[in-house]
C-alpha cells in the first residue's frame, strides 16, 4: 500500500500508442502523444516519489465498433477510396478484443502494487512478443509485411 509521502499518475494509453497500423492513423497518433507526456512526466517526477505508469491494453472488447459501423457505411457511400472496402472488412471483422475488467486489474495493481514496473502491456503472448521486436525490425520489411496483410483482407 502507498504512504503519504507517494504518489501515482497511471495513463492508460495502448498498443496503438508503440505500434502504428493502417486504417487507425488518428488514433495512434493520439496514443504516441499520451506516451510521449507520460514519457516526460517520468522524467519530470523522477525524484518526487512519484511513480508514473503506462498500461497498454491490445484491443479492448467495447461497443466502439457498434457505434463506429453505421458512421462507416454512411462515409463509405458517400466518398470511395482504395482503403473502403479494406475499412468495412476490418470493421465487421473486429476480434472480440480483452475483457474490459481484464484491464480494470491492471490498473489496480498499477496503483496499488509496492513497485510497480514502468509499462504494462496488455493481451496476448504474441501481441507483447511484437511490441518487444518490433523495434528490431527493420521499417521496410515491417511496413511491407503489415501491407500486403491489410490488402489480403
Given at each position: ?16 500508442g508503440l505500434i502504428s497500423l493502417p486504417l487507425i492513423g488518428a488514433y495512434s497518433a493520439s496514443k504516441y ?93 504474441r501481441l507483447k512478443l511484437g511490441v518487444k521486436i ?20
Amino acid at each position: 500500500m502507498l504512504d503519504s509521502n507517494q504518489g501515482r499518475i497511471v495513463n492508460v494509453s495502448s498498443v496503438a500508442g508503440l505500434i502504428s497500423l493502417p486504417l487507425i492513423g488518428a488514433y495512434s497518433a493520439s496514443k504516441y502523444a499520451l506516451e510521449a507526456v507520460t514519457d516526460a512526466l517520468r522524467m519530470e517526477l523522477w525524484n518526487m516519489n512519484i511513480k508514473v505508469i503506462t498500461i497498454n491494453p491490445g484491443f479492448v472488447n467495447t461497443n466502439i465498433n457498434t457505434v463506429s459501423k453505421p458512421k462507416l457505411d454512411n462515409v463509405i457511400e458517400k466518398k470511395s477510396s482504395r482503403f473502403s472496402e479494406i475499412y468495412r472488412k476490418y470493421m465487421y471483422n473486429v476480434p472480440v478484443g480483452l475483457p474490459p475488467d481484464s484491464v480494470a486489474s491492471v490498473v489496480l495493481s498499477a496503483i496499488s502494487t509496492r513497485k510497480p514496473k514502468t509499462r504494462y502491456i496488455i493481451g496476448t503472448r504474441r501481441l507483447k512478443l511484437g511490441v518487444k521486436i518490433r523495434k528490431f525490425i527493420p521499417d521496410t520489411i515491417f511496413f511491407s509485411q503489415v501491407a500486403k496483410r491489410i490488402n489480403q483482407k
